[in-house]
């Protein structure tokens, strides 16, 4: 079974500055995809990105950018600017290509603190 | 907005009794999936259902059933409910299971059980 781990349960950032956070996945699957969701104060979960893991060629979506290592099962996001809107609770996941398992493993979460 | 719907939006219940969570998927989704966020268990994958058939099971417990119809919309029927049932229960909904498949989530529906 693929497990994601997220080694980072808490984070902050100062307004306009950069924050990396960190995500691992263990799979036996050569072929799969990852995202970053989003969840702020009302609970909703927002898609922030995904990488398809055929792809070398790292994901952007604006600020948002991710460091995908395949050989290191890394796939990190990488937020620039950072604005308060962005404080939120980040969940890296992970779901496989096959029809019968799309369903998304989650990491356990890092919440992200931008400080003013 | 994901464009999917869940209501009610808050629940409180008692040990013991069920309750129904419902969820309406976007226009032209076909698969509906049901996650439950616990302060212990993290966000946990429960069933999917791919028009109108059940598609995937992960830790749902027997207490627990769902269902989608015809409009493609999705029950979650919780029943003999004990405190631990306690969380948040999202919809996601994708238009098929596939290559290029992506979740869009709804704003859950929060059941506190006393």
């Known amino acids: 079974a693929q497990t994601v781990t997220q080694s980072q349960p808490e984070m902050s950032v100062q307004e306009a500055e950069t924050v990396t956070l960190s995500c691992t996945y263990d799979t036996s699957e050569s072929d799969y995809y990852l995202f970053w969701y989003k969840q702020p104060p009302s609970r909703q979960m927002i898609l922030v990105i995904r990488?398809?893991?055929?792809?070398?060629q790292n994901a952007t979506e604006n600020r948002f950018s991710v460091n995908f290592q395949k050989a290191a099962k890394s796939f990190s996001l990488k937020i620039s600017d950072s604005q308060l809107g962005d404080a939120a609770m980040y969940f890296c996941a992970y779901r496989s290509v096959r029809t019968s398992g799309s369903r998304l493993t989650f990491g356990e979460g890092t919440q992200l603190t931008v400080n003013p | 907005d994901s464009g999917v719907t869940q209501t009610p939006k808050h629940l409180i219940t008692a040990t013991g009794q069920r309750v129904t969570l419902r969820c309406s998927p976007r226009s032209g989704d076909l698969s509906v999936y049901w996650y439950q966020q616990s302060l212990d268990q993290g966000l946990q994958f429960l069933i999917q259902y791919y028009n109108g058939e059940e598609r995937a099971k992960g830790n749902i417990l027997e207490r627990f059933s769902a269902q989608q119809f015809p409009d493609l919309h999705s029950e979650l029927n919780l029943s003999s409910l004990e405190l631990g049932d306690s969380a948040l229960y999202f919809c996601a909904s994708s238009v098929v299971p596939g290559v290029q498949e992506t979740q869009y989530f709804g704003p859950g529906t929060r059941l506190l059980v006393l």
């Open positions: 990488q398809e893991a055929y792809k070398q």
